[in-house]
């Protein structure tokens, strides 16, 4: 078993930034691939970013390339978020998910353990 915790979530105005970190605790953290999802209400859950294993392997969502960057400190067991020139359409749910891989996969079905959301408005 994974548990994750997420926090850092918030009210940010356009164009502003947050950073969300997800805590882990449990199986040894570095065996798996992180990824960050959201949902925004009345939407399907969506892939945000994905880190590998080691870190060294990352992917973003075309929605959020150049103003979101995904990282990861082993050593710490957390995964973070760095959200920068947010949009009201950031607005949303974002849950941290694991799964046994080596790299990240966008499909939130092949995660194995979710973390219970932290919440992200970004007004206009």
């Known amino acids: 078993q994974v548990q994750l915790v997420e926090s850092g979530g918030g009210l940010v105005q356009t164009g502003g930034s947050l950073r969300l970190s997800c805590a882990a605790s449990g199986r040894t953290f570095s065996n798996y691939a992180m990824g960050w999802f959201r949902q925004a209400p009345g939407k399907e859950r969506e892939f945000v970013a994905g880190?590998?294993?080691?870190?060294?392997?990352?992917d973003y969502a075309d929605s959020v390339k150049g103003r979101f960057t995904i990282s990861r400190d082993n050593a710490k067991n957390a995964v973070y978020l760095q959200m920068n020139s947010l949009e009201p359409a950031d607005t949303a749910d974002y849950y941290c998910?694991?799964?046994?891989?080596?790299?990240?996969?966008?499909?939130?079905?092949?995660?194995?353990?979710w973390g219970q959301g932290t919440q992200v408005t970004v007004s206009s």
């Open positions: 880190i590998s294993r080691s870190g060294g392997t990352t």
């Open positions: 998910a694991a799964e046994r891989s080596v790299v990240a996969q966008k499909a939130s079905y092949l995660y194995d353990y």
